[in-house]
């Protein structure tokens, strides 16, 4: 699905970089070799990066308690 409209970015382009950015939407859009434009897209792109991230932390978790 496309998130970007600006620049026909989907959720899953999205979902590849999420976890370089930082939390930062700016560094999504660095990561894809693009800058957003409207803005319109920033809520999606955040929850992509907060998901990205709570999956990180729960596989950080699991490890943790495999060790």
Same mark, same amino acid.
């Given at each position: 699905m496309i998130i970007c409209n600006?620049?026909? $970015? +989907?959720d899953k382009d999205f979902?590849? #970089?999420?976890?370089?950015? @930082?939390? +930062? $939407?700016?560094?999504?859009?660095s990561a894809l070799d693009k800058r957003p434009n409207c803005g319109r897209c920033f809520t999606g792109i955040q929850n $992509? $990066? @907060?998901?990205?991230?709570?999956d990180y932390i729960a596989a950080e978790k699991l490890k943790? +308690? #495999?060790?």
């Open positions: 600006c620049n026909a $970015i +989907s979902k590849k #970089v999420a976890h370089y950015a @930082d939390g +930062s $939407i700016k560094k999504c859009f $992509i $990066i @907060d998901l990205a991230h709570a943790k +308690s #495999v060790a």
